[in-house]
């Protein structure tokens, strides 16, 4: 009677099961084996992100065996398996050469083989062939032999080989090659050189042990793979010490892990696919990067972005965070709640539009305005701390004004724009009389991601869509004045007078753009959108700080710019064709009487019947009677201002005017200046301004109260 069947015998004649019988094929093992990572790929099936979704083992990629480094398949045999090529699943000659006594002790290179201890790696948990706290009892010994002989008998040697290098648990929680050289090494399991195939294999024997005990096994192993040359057994300890306390495995590695999660929020699975771009996801994360690193010195750290496709609604590139760059990395911006200041200025003027209430010709006065509310008055201003004048809708809403933007609100009610937000994917918290006028300047939160996919809607003719959706067929927006608004935030000389006419807003191409700056310079914004593709930048602080001197064009404008541009590398982009009702006229704005054009004359756009070739203000000023008395003419007595919580303090202006010129005025007992007109950095308190005469007689005074955050016009200067 041979080996293997006195063996087979000796196990019946105990009792014993015989486990390999149960034992599943390569085939099987191979397609049930699960990394603990899941893994979201790309549109075109490129790896994205890895996330780590079960935490009780660390398990990577299963690795085909001619992916394994050569030196790890030497290592491995010649430190547990020398003759793994000869026996068929026992080491007969081990066991021939041993004493009974320690014939089946683990610890015996040799006497169990790496067909045996895959057979004890395939057992069920709670299986016949697990070890037990004093290690394995001579009948566990017997049927880890039996089974692996019934495993030689299925398998060939490189399933098995390649099998064992997937399942054997490593060091801690690290189980299989895969995790082991990405962990310890950094590397893939094909690149490890001799040494660290050297430490890996100690490790099978010992994965517990401490780092002098791995090295010096290790060094025993690298001898017999260099046989005849010298090995530096010190340098392999310094190998070893250094790999043992590497990094942890990352638990999300990638370049989406905000997209990554998302997905997979619905449900764990191992592969999900995503509708992201890898090259696209690429560029956008270094574009962001790169620019924040040049902003460096202006307290701005965080960044997000997101594209969308505007047909099929697809996120094309979600980048949350600056990644290394943030001190909140894990936060996703592109969800966050944040306030988008004038981003919300187009979906208003496009309402108004609609509505009928304006044309983008029509005339807006750009002055001081002060609009009554239940907490006092309020009082807009452009961040520029100048104003225009009469300017049409067009150059209102392209350079971004804020005080015709408050009028335009006026026209049409906080309520009914408040609805109009909800009707483009943006319900607000609260209701709108809990923002007010001020909601014309963005002071609701709104998420990028949701804003960005608002301005998708103007790309497609005012059809909204939910993100991942067509367009739907019932328009959100009159396609008309969406085609309307498109046409004016494309038009580099309507937005000259802020942002000039070299601005980094202007495209090669056909695009439309809106920033937008939030209150005490806590958020700025660029979304805008081309013929096929929309993007939105948000530039800020993850904890709401402000940042320092980063404007429109200097915050998230460059990146939206860069962004873009890539997009389009190859790919044209049209400007829309205008929807039926609309008419085009040649109109002129005309100032004054004996004053220059307000604006130059231009074609402009009109729904159908609200066209004019002529827009003029004749605005004579009022005479004055001769020796009249100066009287200060606003604010009124007992006017309460609330300052603007989402403009900078340093960039209010309180504006008081007099009767006539010839004045001289003074706040709280100190001169502040003179002339018809002043504007004033208001600070909060109880005030009293008096207007006197050149000998300092009080010719009248007002007392009014300024409510809220402000700064010092010294602070104010040094910023």
Sequence with gaps: MNGRHALAALALGLGLALP???????????????????????????????????????????????????????????????RFYQHSGVDWRAVSAAAWGNLWNSRTRGASTITMQLAALLDEPDGELQRGAGGRRLTQKLGQAVAAQQLERRWRKDQILEAYLNLVPFRGELVGIDALSRTLFGKASHGLDEREAAVSAALVRAPNARPAQVAQRACGVLKLMQAGTPVDCGELRILTTIALQGREFAASEGIAPHHARRLLAAGPAQSVRSTVSAPLQRFALQTLQRHLRELQGRHVQDGALVVLDNASGDVL???????????????????????????????????????????????????????????????????????????????????????????????????????????LGLPLREPAGYYGYSLALGSAEVPLLSLTNAFRTLANGGRYGPVGEPPQAAPAIDPRAAFIVGDILSDSNARARTFGTDSILATRFWSAVKTGTSKDMRDNWAVGWSERFTVGVWVGNADG?????????????????????????????RAPRPPAGLVQARTSFEGAQGTRP???????????????????????????????????????????????????????????????????????????????????????????MQLTDARGTVLDEVRFEVRGAGVRETHARNH
């Design 598 to 688: 307000l604006e130059a004359a231009r074609s402009e756009w009109f729904l159908a019947g609200t066209e004019q070739t002529r827009f003029a203000m004749d605005t004579p000023a009022p005479a004055r009677a001769s020796g009249s008395v100066l009287r200060i003419r606003s604010p009124a007595p007992g006017t309460i201002v609330a300052l603007d919580p989402d403009i900078p303090p340093n960039r209010q202006r309180l504006g008081f005017v007099a009767s006539g010129p010839g004045g001289r005025w003074r706040l709280d007992g100190k001169p502040l200046g003179q002339g018809t007109r002043l504007q004033w950095l208001p600070w909060p308190g109880r005030h009293v």
């Design 317 to 423: 590139a979600w980048v949350g965070s600056s990644g290394e760059l943030s001190a909140a990395s894990e936060v996703d911006g592109v969800t966050a709640l944040r306030q988008p200041g004038s981003t919300l200025k187009p979906f208003l003027y496009a309402q108004a539009i609609a509505e009928r209430r304006m044309t983008a010709a029509s005339l807006l006065e750009d002055s001081p305005a002060a609009i009554p509310t239940t907490s006092g008055l309020y009082i807009p201003q452009n961040y520029d701390r100048r104003f225009k004048g009469w300017v049409s809708a067009r150059t209102a809403l392209a350079a971004s004004l804020n005080v015709p933007a408050v009028r335009t609100l006026v026209m049409v009610s906080p309520d009914a724009f408040h609805h109009q937000l909800g009707a």
């Design 20 to 82: 390999a019988q149960a034992l599943p094929g390569f085939a099987e093992v191979r397609a049930g084996w699960r990394s603990s990572d899941a893994r979201v790929l790309d549109r075109q099936g490129e790896l994205l992100q890895r996330v780590r979704i079960d935490h009780h083992a660390r398990r990577g990629e299963w690795i085909a065996l001619a992916d394994v480094s050569p030196a790890l398949r030497t290592a491995l045999l010649l430190s547990e398996d020398q």
């Design 545 to 573: 700080a402000p940042m320092w001197d980063v404007s429109g064009t200097s915050g998230a404008a460059p990146v939206w710019a860069s962004v873009m541009q890539h997009l389009h590398t190859h790919t044209p982009s």
